[in-house]
C-alpha cells in the first residue's frame, strides 16, 4: 500500500509526479469497509441460489471463498492491490483466485453502485450504535460526577461574569442534556440509514428475479429502498451522521472550553488528572489542558467534512457519480474523531478533581445574591423594576466602599430602602438556589429529581434498534 501511495509521488517533495494512476485509487481507505463489504456479497450470494439465478453449489463455494477471503485480510495476509482500485474488486479478485471462475458468478445482479451504497449503511448503522454507547458512557460520567458533589454550590455564568449560584450538579446535567439530545439525533438518523439499497443495480434495477426482502432480512434491514435511482445516489444518511457529530461535537468543544477555563489559575474549579495534562517544556509550572484544547480544536474538522460533504452532493445529476467516492475519507475521519473524543471525555471527567470549597466560597460571594436581595423587595411589595435599582445602587455603594453586601448594617441597608430589616441576612447562597423551586430550576429537590430522573433513563436507555 505504502509502496504504491509513495511509487506515485516523487520521492522529495511528496507532489505526484507523471504517474496518474493513483488517482481514481479508494483502496487505502474503503477497506476499512471489508467485513460490510463481505456481509453483502454473502447474503446476495445466497439469495441468487434461493431464486435459481445461480446454483446453489456455487453459492456455497462463493461464500466459504467469501470466508477465506475474511479470515486472510483479518490475518493481516490479505495482498491488497492499489492497480485493482477498490475495494470490491480487490475482494472479487482474490475469491476468483481462490475458487476459480465461480467467483464471477457472485456479481450477477449488482452493480459497484448499489454494492457501495450498501456498505456504507451497513458500516454507518454498527457506527450508529457504537456512537450512541459512548454518548451513554460519557452521559453515566457526568451523572457519576454530578452525585458525587450533588450538594456543591457554585456560581452560574451569563457572558462569563459571575450571575446567580447554582448546584455544580445543575451544571453537569445541562450536558446530560446536550448529550440526550444527540443520542436521540443518532437514533433518528439510524431509522434513515436502516434502509437496504442492493437490489438497485447500476441504477435502473436488475433484470433478474432478485429477492430483495430476503437480502433485507438476511443484513437485517428493516426495510427496502423504494426507488433504484435514488438509492445508489442518496448519501443523505452520511450528511445526517456528519451533522449529528457536528453537533455533539460542538456541545463537547463547549465543555471543553469550561474546563480550559475551570483549569486556569485564574478560576481553580477543577484539576485534571496527569494523564489529562501535560506540562511545558519551559515552564515547570503549567499543567496544559491540552486533551480540551484539541478536542475543542478537532471539532472544526468535523464541521468542515460536512461542509465538503454538502458541497460534494450539491452538483450531482441523478444518479451514481464517481465524485461519491469522496464521501468517504471525511465522514471516516468524523466517526474517528468524535468516538475519540467522546472516549478521551469519559476518561477525563472520571479522574477530575474538583476544589469544592473554593467553589463553593464563589458561590458564596455577595454580589451573587442580588437578584435575590431585589426579589427579597419583591416580596415586600416593592414593585421589581423599583427593587432592581435600589440594588444596582446599593451595589454601586458597596463597591464604591470595598465592601460585601453582607458586611453592611441594616442601617446602611434602609438608608436605600424602608423595606430592608433583619431578614436579608438570611438571603444566602443556599437559600437562593433553594428558592427556585420550579420544574427545571436548580433548587436541591428539583436537582436531586433531575439525577433520578437521569439515571432513570439511562437504565431505560436500552439503545436496541
Ligand atoms: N469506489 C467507488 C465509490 O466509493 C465504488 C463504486 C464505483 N462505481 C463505479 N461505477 N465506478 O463510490
Redesign the pocket.
Known amino acids: 500500500m505504502a509502496g504504491f501511495i509513495l511509487g506515485s509521488r516523487s520521492g522529495e517533495t511528496g507532489h505526484p509526479v507523471n504517474d496518474f494512476s493513483s488517482y481514481t485509487v479508494?483502496i487505502h481507505y474503503?477497506r476499512r469497509l471489508y467485513r460490510q463489504d463481505i456481509a453483502g456479497s454473502i447474503a446476495h450470494a445466497r439469495m441468487l441460489a434461493r431464486q435459481g439465478i445461480i446454483p446453489a453449489e456455487d453459492a456455497e463455494t462463493i461464500v466459504s471463498g467469501l470466508k477465506s477471503v475474511e479470515r486472510e485480510i483479518e490475518a493481516g495476509e490479505f495482498p491488497w492491490d492499489p492497480s485493482l482500485?477498490?475495494?470490491?474488486m480487490n475482494i472479487e479478485r482474490r475469491l476468483t483466485e481462490m475458487v476459480g471462475s465461480i467467483g464471477g458468478r457472485l456479481h450477477t445482479g449488482r452493480?459497484?453502485?448499489d454494492?457501495?451504497a450498501l456498505d456504507?449503511r451497513l458500516y454507518t448503522r454498527e457506527i450508529i450504535r457504537e456512537t450512541i454507547s459512548e454518548i451513554r458512557g460519557l452521559q453515566r460520567v457526568l451523572l457519576d460526577l454530578a452525585e458525587k458533589h450533588q450538594d456543591l454550590l457554585m456560581p452560574g455564568y451569563t457572558h462569563l461574569q459571575r450571575a446567580q449560584p447554582v448546584l455544580f450538579a445543575h451544571h453537569m446535567l445541562a450536558y446530560f442534556e446536550m448529550f440526550q439530545r444527540d443520542a436521540g439525533r443518532f437514533r433518528d438518523c439510524y431509522r434513515r440509514t436502516d434502509v437496504l439499497p442492493l437490489g438497485s443495480g447500476?441504477l435502473a434495477g436488475v433484470p433478474y428475479p432478485t429477492d430483495r426482502e430476503f437480502v433485507a432480512r438476511e443484513l437485517g434491514f428493516t426495510s427496502i429502498s423504494p426507488n433504484s435511482m435514488d438509492a445508489v445516489s442518496d448519501r443523505d444518511f452520511l450528511l445526517e451522521y456528519e451533522a449529528a457529530a457536528s453537533v455533539c461535537m460542538m456541545h463537547l468543544s463547549r465543555f471543553s472550553e469550561e474546563i480550559v477555563i475551570w483549569s486556569s489559575r485564574e478560576f481553580d474549579f477543577i484539576r485534571l488528572s496527569d494523564e489529562f495534562t501535560t506540562g511545558s517544556s519551559i515552564m515547570p509550572q503549567k499543567r496544559n489542558p491540552d486533551f480540551a484544547e484539541l478536542a475543542r480544536g478537532k471539532t472544526g474538522r468535523v464541521y468542515g467534512h460536512l461542509m465538503a460533504l454538502l458541497t460534494l452532493m450539491k452538483g450531482l445529476p441523478l444518479t451514481?457519480n464517481?465524485d461519491?467516492?469522496e464521501?468517504?475519507e471525511g465522514f471516516f475521519d468524523s466517526v474517528d474523531t468524535l468516538l475519540t473524543t467522546l472516549k478521551v471525555f469519559q476518561g477525563m471527567l472520571s479522574e477530575v478533581n474538583v476544589n469544592r470549597e473554593h467553589v463553593a466560597r464563589l458561590a458564596g460571594e455577595s454580589y451573587m445574591l442580588a437578584t435575590d436581595l431585589a426579589d427579597y423587595l419583591v416580596g415586600k411589595g416593592v414593585p421589581f423594576r423599583e427593587a432592581h435599582g435600589v440594588m444596582r445602587r446599593l451595589c454601586a455603594h458597596c463597591e464604591q466602599e470595598g465592601k460585601e453586601l453582607q458586611d453592611l448594617s441594616v442601617d446602611e441597608y434602609r438608608q436605600f430602602s424602608e423595606q430592608f430589616d433583619e431578614g436579608v441576612y438570611e438571603i444566602t447562597a443556599l437559600a437562593s438556589v433553594t428558592a427556585r423551586d420550579n420544574p427545571g430550576g436548580t433548587a436541591p429537590n428539583r436537582v436531586a429529581d433531575g439525577l433520578r430522573q437521569a439515571r432513570e433513563t439511562l437504565e431505560a436507555a436500552t439503545d436496541d434498534f
Open positions: 479508494s474503503d482500485e477498490d475495494l470490491h452493480s459497484r453502485n454494492q457501495i456504507m447500476a451514481y464517481r461519491l467516492q464521501d468517504k
